[in-house]
Structure formats: structure tokens, C-alpha cells
């Protein structure tokens, strides 16, 4: 095998020998912000072998294609923009920098590998370098009880939802003899198996893990206390990548290994994302602290991204998929002005916190109420386009009731996001806030905001460029 | 007969060890119930012919797990633990969703239609021997997983050490 037959595995082979690069730099006692450099340098060159990278490897097992570098540009994102506001995070909690920032690359490789996994072994072992780099990222802060606490919970639910994955997996390995997605589907509808109680088994099975995942109800319990625990950073890195990854997952899983149960699966899904929606939006509302308040925005979030899966055609996988990448920003904005207001002696995670910042930090508060504003799907901003496709794929599939329910949910979310900014432009403040912005905080919020804005003013140049990009893959599955 | 007299063996003592060790007071028994439990299971492996699997069961858990287990009791000082009540006020809450569980894989069983099989048949294992064969496959055909587990191993020695250390710099 000659080195140009990998040329579509070369993104994660940049990020391997990044990761290995920022321990080595960890090792030499250079300044830290080298370190925090040279990984977001490593995140660029990566992203620069993901353009044209395409093509299907080890026995198709691994193919790359538009479906999963779209995923794969939303993780690299997400990992830059990480790394941009965890700088000034660590510096406050005194925290270490390189295995930080390689357990965040590590962890964005696992995801990588859902994202292309054609293959239920190597699906699994993705998910587990995934995990694993996650969990650890949770108790980054050993001297903090919250953060080991929520990475304890973290391990647990995890380690739970991976025994149900692979029980879903060893049964239909059992049933069709084969590890490989397109055969397992194409085994179940040619030998009739789509009835079969044992088939029905594992694709429940597997939709439980995946909604431990991505943390969508019943199964969500662990999200709000890890969220709430973990350093604020991961937090923001685990709410977009692993969730990511998770509906990468779903989305080529449903649709090539169980496109002939299809009908079982959209009644699971229905029951699933308005349970999800229901408990995020609802539980949301009575929060005091903010990042668990953006937890379970996450959970509703993850009910209106399992809106986009339901239908199950390429034009709704295309609003899913933008909602994630426009998600991806309204969140990491959010989290980096919470980062911001964080000092030495002042936590400033309680949304009370938030009280008079318009008086005392006019440009950090506006920016809060852009934000704020986009995860209620707000026009001008860009949460509402990724709402507004996201339901008009249902209602072109006669989901009138789901689209209702989903538009009823989102008023109500409303009521939370827009607290925040009631607190912030309408109180008095309680007490000093001193923000410490450091210029690469800056430039993440700078980048968040402007992604926001731009998508909203001109949503169409940004679909349109979206839809093209993950057509092929779409016209050939479908 | 024999194999089979064997199987049934193997099978009902390792239920029987798992509802030992999980109802034991005394956690350094529940362990000792556990590591008899992963040498009926390393049995079970054995009748399917897979005797690197056997042999992998016995040195990994038997041998490293169970030493992490039994340090871990000893250096908590867990014997404390016995004094205090042993189940929460939902364990029945548990027994059912365990049954409710069981019932579904026993049902499911009954439907269970075997699925193609490759060309790794039980006569070739047998002939190229079990280790071989696993060896074969996975340098070849699932070289890329296996690659992909070194970085899963890599993660946990950094996850180990970033958890374990002292004072990080």
C-alpha cells in the first residue's frame, strides 16, 4: 500500500501527529500560548487535506465523502473555536495546556471516524476514542469535586450506553453475519428480515445508545450535572462535537443499515424528539445557573435535530446538518462570554450573575443577547434559518402535528434564553464585574457573531453551498 | 454428550457466580465470586474453540483487572461498608427492568434466523489454530481498527497520568 492510497484518511493522520506534536511541546518548557498556537496552526492544516478528500478505504470500512466532511468541518470548527476559549480558562484555573488540547484532538479524530465509519467495528472503536478523550477532558480539573463528580457520571453513562451498542450490534451481527452497513442492510431486505423480532432488537438498541449520545430524553439524565461540572470549555466542546458525531451516526446508520425498517424507526424517532424537546424546554425554564440552563438547551436542541432525521430524505438531513453547524456557533458564543466573565475569585455561572452587564460591559451584553437570540431562533439571526428549514422539510413531509408541537416549543424556549437578557439589560447590577478578555476570546466571539449574523442575513448562499456539498453521497444512498 | 455436559456447566455456574457476586455483602467476596465467574466464562470461550480468547480472558481479567480490583478494596479500606445497608430503597425497580430485559433477549432469541456466515468456518479455525486465524484477520482485513485502538491506548495512559499526577504544570 503506497502512501498515496491514504489520501483520504490524511485529515486524521494530521490530527494523530498533531496530538503527538502538542505532548512533545508539553514536555520542552516552552510558553504555554506556543502550544495553544501550534494546535490551532495543526487544526488548519488538517482542515486543509479535508478539501477533495474523498474516497472509500480498508475493504470499505472508512469512506470519506461530502456527507461526513461536512461533519468532519463542523468538528474541526468546533475544535478551533474550543482551543480559542479555553486559553484564558486554563490560565485562571491554573490548569495544564498540552494534554488539554491533544485530549481535545484525540477526541476530534474518534469523531472523525464515526463520521466515515462504514463499518460497525470501526463505528465502535471511534466512539470509544471519542469517549474516552471526553471523559477524561470532564475531570480535567482534578481539585475540583464538581468536575471529578461529573466525569465519574459522565464514565458511568457512557460505559452504559456503549454495553447497549454493542449487545445492538452483536445482534445483528447475528442475524446477517456481517459487520459492514450496506450489507447488514442489504442482508435484512433481500432475506426478508425487516419483520424479524431479533432485527427490531438491535435497531432499538442502537437508537438507545445513540440517544445516550446525544442526550436526548429519556435518557438525558447525565447531561445537565456533567455539563453543569465539567470545565467550561469541554463543556462547550462536548455539547456540539460528540452530539455531532452522534447524529452522524444516526443519520448513516438509519438510513443504510435499516432503510427497510424505516417506518419502525420514524415512530421511534417521533416519540423520542418530542419527549426531548418537552423535557429540555420545560426543565430549562427553572434553571438559576447558566450552564446547566444551556444544558438543557442542548437537550431541546437535540429534540429539534431529531426533527430533521424523521422524514428521512436528503433535503431534511441537509437542515439537520446545517442546524448543527449554525448551533455550533451560537453555542461556542454563548460559552465563550461565560468564560469571560470567569476570573480567579469570581465563578460567574449563575445567571444572576448576568444582572446590569448592559450598564457595566455594553459590547460583551449586546453580544450575549445576539446569541441568546439565535438559540430562541430569532430573526435576523441564524438560529432562526436553521429552525425555519429544519420545519419546512416536516411540513413538505405532512408532519403537520410534529412541525406545530416543534414551533409551540420553541416560543417557549424563548422564555429562558430571553431571562438572560432581561437580567442583563434590565436589572440593576448586583455587584463588580471585571471582564478579562484575552485576544483570542475575542476573536472566537468575533467569529461566532459574524458566522451568526452572515448565515442569517444570507442564508441562501450558505445552503445552497451546503446542499451541494453532500449531494453525491445523498443521490447514490437514497 | 460430553462437550455438551461441559457447557451446561459452564453456563449455569457462571449465572449462578454473577448472583453470588452481586448479592454479597462482603465486597472482597463478591470479587472472589467475580473471578470465578471470568474462569467459567474463559470455559465457555474454550468450547467454542476460541482458546486465544480463553487465555486472553484469564490473563487480562482474571490476572491484571482483578489485581486493580482487590488493590482498590484494600487501599479504600472497604470493609467499613459491610455495617451499612446493603441495597437502595429502588432495588426492586432494578429487578424489574433486569427481567423486563431478559424476557426481550429470551424473545428475541426464539426469532433469532443465523445470518450468513464468512469463510471462516469452525474446520478451518480448528486447522490454522485459533490464534493464527485471529492474527490472520487482524493484521489484514482489520488493520485499521487496530490501529485506531493504539491512539484509544494512547488516550488512556495520558487520561491516567493527567488524572493521577500530582501537580501538573
Not at chain 1, 481535545?104 to 476514542?129: D, K, P, Q
Not at chain 1, 434564553?417 to 463588580?432: A, I, K, T
Not at chain 2, 480468547?53 to 484469564?58: D, E, F, G, K, R
Request: with cysteine; net charge neutral; hydrophobic share 55%.
Amino acid at each position: 500500500m503506497d502512501i498515496y492510497s491514504l489520501h483520504p484518511l490524511m485529515p486524521e493522520i494530521v490530527l494523530a501527529l498533531l496530538g503527538l506534536c502538542i505532548l512533545m511541546l508539553e514536555l520542552t518548557s516552552m510558553k504555554k500560548e506556543y502550544i495553544a498556537l501550534t494546535a490551532m496552526t495543526g487544526t488548519l492544516a488538517a482542515l486543509y487535506f479535508l478539501r477533495g478528500s474523498s474516497g472509500v478505504l480498508f475493504d470499505g470500512m472508512y469512506q470519506a465523502d461530502g456527507y461526513s466532511n461536512y461533519f468532519k468541518l463542523i468538528f474541526f470548527l468546533n475544535l478551533f473555536l474550543s482551543i480559542l476559549i479555553s486559553i484564558k480558562y486554563l490560565e485562571v484555573e491554573k490548569s495544564s495546556h498540552g494534554e488539554f488540547y491533544a485530549l481535545m484532538v484525540f477526541a476530534t479524530i474518534g469523531m472523525m471516524i464515526m463520521a466515515s465509519a462504514e463499518n460497525m467495528i470501526v463505528l465502535y472503536v471511534g466512539l470509544e476514542l471519542m469517549s474516552l478523550s471526553t471523559y477524561v477532558l470532564a475531570g480535567f480539573l482534578r481539585h475540583d469535586s464538581r468536575s471529578t463528580e461529573s466525569a465519574v457520571k459522565y464514565l458511568l453513562m457512557g460505559a452504559f450506553s456503549t454495553a447497549i451498542l454493542l449487545y445492538g450490534i452483536a445482534l445483528s451481527y447475528g442475524s446477517t453475519g456481517t459487520m459492514d452497513f450496506q450489507q447488514i442492510g442489504l442482508y435484512i431486505n433481500s432475506h426478508n428480515l425487516s419483520g424479524n423480532p431479533v432485527v427490531l432488537l438491535s435497531l432499538v438498541l442502537i437508537m438507545v445508545s445513540f440517544s445516550f449520545k446525544v442526550a436526548a430524553a429519556p435518557f438525558h439524565m447525565w447531561a445537565p450535572d456533567v455539563y453543569e461540572g465539567a470545565p467550561t470549555p469541554v463543556t462547550a466542546f462536548m455539547s456540539i462535537g460528540p452530539k455531532a458525531a452522534g447524529f452522524a451516526v444516526l443519520g448513516k446508520v438509519l438510513v443504510m443499515v435499516f432503510p427497510s425498517l424505516r417506518s419502525d424507526w420514524t415512530s421511534i424517532l417521533i416519540v423520542i424528539s418530542v419527549l426531548t424537546m418537552l423535557t429540555g424546554n420545560v426543565m430549562a425554564l427553572v434553571q438559576t445557573n447558566i450552564k446547566r440552563m444551556l444544558a438543557y438547551s442542548s437537550i431541546a436542541h437535540a429534540g429539534y435535530l431529531l426533527l430533521g432525521l424523521i422524514p428521512g430524505n436528503y433535503e431534511s438531513f441537509a437542515g439537520m446538518m446545517n442546524y448543527l453547524f449554525i448551533y455550533l456557533f451560537m453555542n461556542v458564543g454563548a460559552f465563550a462570554v461565560i468564560i469571560s466573565l470567569r476570573s480567579a475569585e469570581f465563578m460567574g455561572d449563575e445567571i444572576r450573575d448576568y444582572a446590569g452587564l448592559a450598564k457595566t460591559h455594553p459590547v460583551m451584553a449586546s453580544l450575549m443577547l445576539v446569541f441568546m437570540f439565535a438559540l430562541a431562533g430569532i430573526p435576523p439571526t441564524a438560529g432562526f434559518i436553521g429552525k425555519f428549514y429544519i420545519f419546512s422539510e416536516l411540513v413538505k413531509s405532512n408532519y403537520i402535528w410534529l412541525t406545530i408541537a416543534g414551533v409551540m416549543f420553541s416560543v417557549v424556549s424563548a422564555f429562558y434564553y430571553l431571562r438572560v437578557v432581561m437580567y442583563m439589560y434590565m436589572r440593576p447590577p448586583e455587584r463588580e464585574v471585571v471582564l478579562e478578555t484575552t485576544p483570542p476570546l475575542n476573536l472566537a466571539l468575533f467569529i461566532a457573531f459574524t458566522m451568526i449574523i452572515l448565515i442569517g442575513v444570507l442564508p441562501q448562499a450558505f445552503i445552497s453551498h451546503a446542499k451541494n456539498v453532500f449531494f453525491t453521497m445523498y443521490q447514490s444512498l437514497l | 454428550m460430553i462437550e455438551k455436559a461441559f457447557f451446561l456447566y459452564f453456563a449455569f455456574a457462571a449465572v449462578a457466580v454473577s448472583i453470588i457476586t452481586v448479592t454479597r455483602r462482603n465486597v472482597m467476596h463478591a470479587v472472589l465470586c467475580m473471578l470465578l465467574l471470568f474462569f467459567h466464562l474463559a470455559g465457555l470461550y474454550l468450547l467454542l474453540n476460541a482458546e486465544f480468547l480463553a487465555a486472553v480472558q484469564i490473563i487480562i481479567y482474571a490476572g491484571a483487572i482483578m489485581v486493580l480490583f482487590l488493590f482498590v478494596i484494600m487501599l479504600l479500606n472497604l470493609r467499613e461498608d459491610v455495617k451499612k445497608v446493603q441495597y437502595g430503597r429502588l432495588w426492586f425497580v432494578g429487578v424489574i427492568v433486569v427481567c423486563g430485559i431478559l424476557l426481550a433477549m429470551a424473545g428475541a432469541y426464539v426469532f433469532m434466523v443465523p445470518g450468513q456466515r464468512s469463510d471462516w468456518t469452525i474446520g478451518r479455525i480448528v486447522a490454522e489454530t485459533h490464534t493464527a486465524a485471529i492474527g490472520q484477520v487482524l493484521y489484514t482485513r482489520y488493520m485499521f481498527p487496530f490501529e485506531v485502538v493504539s491512539l484509544i491506548l494512547l488516550v488512556a495512559v495520558i487520561g491516567a497520568i493527567v488524572l493521577a499526577k500530582r501537580q501538573l504544570k
